[in-house]
């Protein structure tokens, strides 16, 4: 069974840059459209980013649009959030899921797992 586990996350500044990760368990992901989402304290889980398995097209959300990069590398079998220009309400913790992926609407399906935490702060 396909179990995905977050990375990267941590503490910077504003403007800061972190690069998160989701690697595979137990399967590859590979063959899984990915995304990830993002919940922070008192506010629903709010998807981020995702990115298809067959043409690596994706989709971001208008808050982080043109801050955050979502990037595959089939060859690590890994999935990337690069995420710059990092603001105060982009603290949260930070989930990768499969999803299905499909005209730019990415359902989610699977287990969540533990994320990882990211914290924007002076």
């Known amino acids: 069974q396909l179990q995905l586990v977050e990375s990267g996350g941590g503490s910077v500044q504003p403007g800061g840059s972190l690069r998160l990760a989701c690697a595979a368990s137990?399967?590859?992901?590979?063959?899984?459209?990915i995304a990830w989402f993002r919940r922070a304290p008192g506010r629903e889980r709010e998807e981020v980013a995702c990115i298809s398995t067959y043409d690596e097209s994706t989709h971001y959300s208008g808050s982080v649009k043109g801050r955050f990069t979502i990037a595959r590398d089939n060859r690590k079998g890994t999935v990337y959030l690069q995420m710059n220009s990092l603001k105060p309400e982009d603290a949260a913790v930070y989930y990768c899921?499969?999803?299905?992926?499909?005209?730019?609407?990415?359902?989610?399906?699977?287990?969540w797992g533990q994320g990882t935490q990211v914290t924007v702060s002076s």
């Open positions: 899921i499969t999803v299905h992926y499909k005209g730019n609407i990415c359902r989610p399906f699977g287990s």
């Open positions: 137990g399967a590859t992901l590979n063959y899984h459209s």
